[in-house]
T-cell receptor
Framework: DAGITQSPRHKVTETGTPVTLRCHQT?????MYWYRQDPGHGLRLIHY???????DKGEVSDGYSVSRSKTEDFLLTLESATSSQTSVYFC????????????FGDGTRLSIL | RKEVEQDPGPFNVPEGATVAFNCTYS??????FFWYRQDCRKEPKLLMS???SGNEDGRFTAQLNRASQYISLLIRDSKLSDSATYLC??????????FGDGTTLTVKP
């Protein structure tokens, strides 16, 4: 399995609090992605990164920010969590953006009360 | 209309059956295609890439029809362990991946 670690695996927090999810990879892959998965919507891209300090928005980026200060770490931050951000969050990595499959971490289950 | 569409199912089949899933995509510039498998409450895992000439991996066969813009996955001799949700993934221009919502398969004894 690809060396991808997401932390925390589970989190319950309250509306209005900041939340940071971490994705750590040991594969030295250039590309990293954050998705959320909700019933009826499948996997939707939040943000992605194509290198250190290089990031771009995905389909559902509102309310989220990301940072990538090192190749191996990609952080997803909810500045002020809302109940609509309750979801399962997956990090993925790929060696190349074009033509290569992505490999996923185990996911983070986030509940915003 | 969604960029990638799959029949959500569920498909309920007996062990040993052959089952096929289709996935249509709208972006004719799409360049690469994959099938993933996702078990309940787990991460998606790559099942196989899909090549223009079609490709096979054991009991699994994937096909791509660029003219009609669909990909397919055929599973022969279904096993109980094949029960899962199958996601098709299309990489369009600029490298963005679009995931279908998945097709649920249940294989019964």
């Amino acid at each position: 399995d690809a060396g991808i670690t997401q932390s925390p695996r589970h989190k319950v927090t309250e509306t209005g609090t900041p939340v940071t999810l971490r994705c750590h990879q040991t594969e030295n892959h250039r590309y990293m992605y954050w998705y959320r998965q909700d019933p009826g919507h499948g996997l939707r891209l939040i943000h992605y990164s194509y290198g250190v300090k290089d990031t771009d928005k995905g389909e559902v980026s509102d309310g989220y920010s990301v940072s990538r200060s090192k190749t191996e770490d990609f952080l997803l931050t909810l500045e002020s969590a809302t109940s609509s951000q309750t979801s399962v969050y997956f990090c993925a990595i790929s060696e190349h953006m074009e033509g290569q499959p992505q490999h996923f971490g185990d996911g983070t289950r986030l509940s915003i009360l | 209309r969604k960029e990638v569409e799959q029949d959500p199912g569920p498909f309920n089949v007996p062990e040993g059956a052959t089952v096929a899933f289709n996935c249509t995509y709208s972006n004719s510039a799409s360049q690469s295609f994959f099938w993933y498998r996702q078990d309940c409450r787990k991460e998606p895992k790559l099942l196989m890439s899909v090549y223009s000439s079609g490709n096979e991996d054991g009991r699994f066969t994937a096909q791509l029809n660029r003219a009609s813009q669909y990909i397919s996955l055929l599973i022969r001799d279904s096993k109980l362990s094949d029960s899962a949700t199958y996601l098709c993934v299309v990489n369009g221009g600029a490298g963005k991946s679009t995931f279908g919502d998945g097709t649920t398969l249940t294989v019964k004894p």
